[in-house]
């Protein structure tokens, strides 16, 4: 039987969603967008991708998130764990993007953790 390790498996969906946020802020489609508008398409679409497949491998995690991710992508929310590796379409539209994650301050964890401490007691 196969053993489930799932905070290896979260731990490297978290490795993918860092590396995919490195490569964003590194080479800064922003910047290229006047001066070379192709550089800016593949970086967005390797970005696009990224997310794509996050919404895949994430969902048992948080089921929720990666279906409202898929919906904004316009992206089916059945699908299949062989989609995580497809890329899709260059042309493909999205929905209207809304905000999925808010930011949450560091007073706002402490909050949070002091709270689950006192269930566990």
């Excluded at 997310?51 to 929310?77: A, H, M």
Aim: aromatic letters at 8%; hydrophobic letters at 40%.
């Amino acid at each position: 039987m196969k053993q489930v390790k799932l905070r290896e498996a979260l731990n490297l969906s978290m490795n993918l969603a860092r590396e995919g946020n490195r490569f964003l802020n590194e080479m800064k489609p922003w910047e290229h967008v006047n001066e070379n508008s192709e550089i800016a398409k593949n970086v967005i679409y390797a970005c696009f991708n990224v997310i794509c497949t996050l919404s895949v491998i994430l969902y048992p995690f948080i089921p929720s998130s990666s279906l409202k991710i898929r919906e904004q992508l316009n992206l089916r929310k059945e699908f299949l764990w062989e989609d995580a590796k497809k890329l899709i379409n260059e042309e493909h539209v999205i929905n209207e993007p809304k905000i999925i994650f808010n930011k949450t301050t560091e007073k706002e964890i402490h909050q949070k953790l002091k709270e689950i401490r006192k269930l566990g007691e």
